[in-house]
């Protein structure tokens, strides 16, 4: 017998929007807030309950909108506060809350508060920043000719820690003779959150917004806020970057996330999603557990690090469906009993889903529908991607010039410089990582720039337009758009989806993904039994014997089946199947 522990943001399916790239509606090329929503009742029709919408803030745009220099103006190219005010209302008016992206790791360097600290060493916010002398090479082993500072500064930064964009998380500024700490890019200043009223500052901007009546914020890199006394030099030569086993989980950041809570979140009924890179189950729960946070849930990566080596991000090995059932596995056992899970396969920084996880080639329809059954019938809240609804696919570049992305081009240039890349293996690792890869225009029709703008689109779109677009997905009654709906559809009339315990069966199946979804109340026992075959292969199913026999019909799946009991069966290429068990 459970007793339901029920949320808006559970039962939820969350759509994001990448501003960007979404609809433009003034023939600039760039995706803009009023192109949003003229697509209000496409959200609507596809049935989701909530939209992520990534930065719209001021931004000079190193970062497309990770920068921000105002957190309470729009940018300019996306529209004004009365465009985003009536977005704002024609989601509510349709029963979709929205949620913003919490961007306070860093700033932009344009940001009004840099722009004085970095004026003068006794400037008032200087202290909303990290200032650091540099240190003397000889006293480290660090090499001052890699490092750019102006002719007769022979220093190096005050640690050795790395930018998750390449090269060193320091730069020195000449104004003021010193240092300044940024984790991303050189336009990006970290913020110190040891400042008492700079975090006073953030809180009354983030109240500013929920009086702006938005239903909670995705909490950008926010397991990055707290850095350890003293910032000493990285130890662990397999770190992500060097010195990440310094500033990810820092001393404080839970002091400091409390404090926002209690401050900020306690009392409303907003939701809460934090991104955190390396993150254990213990530790997540110290955010998002019984005693934890008080944070709705967390996203974790440890599922998007599967086809990278130990090199990191710019490396790739292949990775086995089987890895990544046991590392998914390993998050559904984890926060079963405390905790929230988010549910995706991709986001505005990996490439598709379909693309990486599926059969492109072969089975692109069938296996974006397999990859879209697992995400909806696992045990948390599923994350839909713009396009991903379409199977929209990575881009073919052929060139570094065709990217737009500062995380890619700094990446590939300094593994280019430490020799660590090929010229012969570049464009096939950035072809197969590079974020832009889901930043290409969403693909509406098949018209002249499918449908995203009258302009020159900032990024070229995709030429599988012609068969990929939400015009044709929505007249065909076997699209994977028309799939996706009936998945919503059944999270929302089926309580077992969203709070069922998770029990995975068939553990070492190579290419079969089995489990059941069971939830027990006062009254009723709920059972569902999803089958996932994660091959090109037909593969045969040979129920565990507690479930064969068992009278049951199929409620979802990407192939025409019709069965009143579990059996043993051959499976059709990445075929799933829901089964409602009786
Ligand atoms: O991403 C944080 C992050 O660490 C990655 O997912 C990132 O894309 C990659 O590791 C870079 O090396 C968040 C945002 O989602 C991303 O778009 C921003 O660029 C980044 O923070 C900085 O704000």
Not at 485 to 492: A, Q
Not at 561 to 580: I, Q
Request: hydrophobic fraction near 35%.
């Amino acid at each position: 017998m459970t007793d339901i522990d029920r949320a808006w943001w559970k039962e939820a399916v969350v759509y994001q929007i990448y501003p960007r790239s979404f609809k433009d509606s003034d023939g600039d090329g760039m995706g803009d807030i009023p192109g949003i929503i003229e697509k209000v009742d496409y959200l609507a029709d596809l049935g989701v309950d909530c939209v992520w919408l990534n930065p719209v803030y001021e931004s000079p745009g190193v970062d497309n909108g990770y920068d921000i220099s105002d957190y309470r103006a729009i940018m300019d190219e996306f529209g004004t506060m009365a465009d985003w005010e009536a977005l704002r209302d024609a989601l509510h008016e349709r029963g979709i809350r929205l949620i913003m992206d919490l961007v306070v790791n860093h700033t932009s360097d344009e940001h009004a508060w840099f722009v004085d600290a970095r004026s003068a060493t006794d400037s008032e916010h200087r202290d909303y920043y990290w200032w650091r002398e540099g240190r003397d090479p000889e006293q480290t082993t660090l090499d001052p000719d890699d490092y750019d500072t102006p002719i007769g500064v022979d220093e190096v930064p005050p640690n050795d820690w790395e930018s998750f964009f390449g090269g060193p998380a320091w730069t020195y500024d000449d104004r003021t003779g010193e240092w300044y700490l940024h984790l991303f890019d050189e336009r990006m200043p970290d913020l110190n959150w040891e400042t008492p009223s700079l975090r006073e500052d953030l809180f009354e901007m983030m109240e500013w917004w929920l009086d702006h009546g938005i239903d909670g914020f995705r909490m950008d890199v926010i397991n990055l806020i707290s850095k350890p006394e003293g910032l000493p030099d990285g130890e662990d030569p397999t770190a992500i970057v060097n010195g990440s086993d310094k500033f990810v989980n820092g001393p404080r950041v839970h002091e400091y996330l409390s404090e926002l809570h209690d401050r900020v979140l306690a009392g409303t009924d907003s939701m809460t999603v934090g991104e955190m890179a390396e993150l254990s189950i213990d530790e997540a729960k110290h955010y998002v557990g019984d005693d934890g946070d008080g944070m709705s849930m967390v996203f974790t990566f440890d599922h998007m690090r599967l086809d990278m080596t130990d090199a990191g991000r710019w490396s790739h090995r292949e990775s086995s469906p089987r890895e990544l059932k046991e590392t998914m596995t390993h998050w559904q056992e984890g926060l079963a009993d405390e905790g929230w899970n988010s549910l995706f396969l991709n986001n505005h920084d990996e490439p598709r889903q379909v693309s990486r996880f599926g059969d492109v080639e072969q089975y692109r329809r069938e296996s974006a529908k397999l990859l879209a059954t697992l995400l909806h019938t696992l045990r948390g809240t599923p994350y839909i991607y713009q396009g991903e609804e379409l199977g929209m696919t990575n881009y073919p570049f052929e060139s570094l010039d065709e990217i737009r992305d500062v995380d890619t081009i700094k990446n590939v240039r300094a593994a280019q410089e430490s020799g660590r890349l090929d010229e012969s293996d570049v464009m096939d690792l950035v072809r197969y990582r590079t974020r832009d890869n889901a930043r290409t225009p969403m693909q509406w029709n098949d018209a002249e720039h499918a449908g995203f703008t009258d302009g020159d689109p900032w990024m070229p779109v995709n030429p599988n337009k012609e068969n990929i677009n939400a015009e044709d997905a929505r007249d065909d009654p076997n699209s994977i758009w028309h799939y996706y709906r009936e998945l919503i559809d059944l999270r929302s009339e089926r309580d077992v989806v969203v709070y069922g315990d998770y029990e995975l069966r068939l553990r070492d199946h190579e290419s079969l993904w089995v489990y059941t979804r069971t939830l027990e109340t006062d009254d009723e026992r709920d059972s569902l039994l999803v089958v996932l075959n994660f091959a090109s292969d037909e593969t045969t199913f040979d129920p565990p014997t507690d479930l064969a026999g068992r009278d049951a019909d199929v409620l979802v799946s990407n192939y025409d089946t019709a069965v009143d009991a579990v059996e043993a069966t051959t499976l059709h290429p990445w075929e799933a199947r829901v089964y409602d068990l009786h």
